[in-house]
């Protein structure tokens, strides 16, 4: 069962925020929060991760609550280009668990 | 995707034939994987590499075989394909075990079709 619950779908406006919700009530004290992208038939394409602290890359930020139980994914300024399917996934730094578990995601759409 | 490619990107074949997919980087990374990918599943991971020669399986490891003999090829081998093996396969990189600290990087993947 996926550690991680998100949205099935989303609409965005292009050039607004996209706002990327993601839930891991069940997220213990040593597991980061990754998220990828993966566009229609392409390999999935990391984006950012993060443990307590929010982080910002050039492409993304990541905000995670106090609690770490829930975190979003923003990207400030969305284009076209950004429609995908966006994946919120928890592992441990040193969890040598291959068993990565990759839900179904979020599809976000951009709009003109 | 840059550093990493996959070949073939798509081919058919016939059931009960031995089939080999290749994943060639030049990251010259420790790790790497093979996933597959179909609907309803997300990404599973297949087998995976941390050095020459050194591999282990994944969860969904039945039917299938690999090889590592430099750092920078990974082979994947469908000993005698079989139609519940047509899907989606990427192979993916990462310097550090299972994506830590830097995530994975994914190949472009190639859409294998058994009939």
């Known amino acids: 069962d996926a550690k991680t619950t998100q949205p099935p779908s989303m609409d965005c406006a292009e050039g607004r925020a996209a706002n990327l919700p993601c839930n891991h009530s069940t997220i213990s004290g040593n597991e980061y929060v990754y998220w990828y992208r993966q566009i229609h038939s392409q390999g999935p394409q990391y984006i950012i991760h993060g443990l307590k602290n929010n982080e910002t890359n050039e492409m993304a930020s990541l905000i995670i609550t106090e609690d770490r139980k829930s975190s979003t994914l923003i990207l400030p300024h969305a284009t076209l280009r950004d429609t995908s399917v966006y994946y919120c996934i928890v592992r441990g730094v040193m969890d040598s668990n291959y068993q990565l578990i990759w839900g179904a995601g979020t599809k976000l759409i951009i709009k003109p | 995707d840059a550093g990493i490619t996959q070949s073939p990107r798509h081919k058919v074949t016939e059931t009960g034939t031995p089939v080999t997919l290749r994943c060639h980087q030049t990251?010259?990374?420790?790790?790497m994987y093979w996933y597959r990918q179909d609907p309803g599943h997300g990404l599973r991971l297949i087998h995976y590499s941390y050095g020459v020669k050194d591999t282990d399986k994944g969860e969904v490891s039945d039917g299938y075989s690999v090889s590592r003999s430099k750092t920078e090829d990974f082979l994947l081998t469908l000993e005698s394909a079989t139609s519940s093996q047509t899907s989606v396969y990427f192979c993916?990189?990462?310097?550090?075990?299972?994506?830590?600290?830097?995530?994975?990087?994914f190949g472009s993947g190639t859409r294998l079709t058994v009939v």
């Open positions: 990251e010259n990374h420790r790790y």
């Open positions: 993916a990189i990462s310097p550090t075990g299972f994506g830590a600290n830097y995530g994975y990087t």
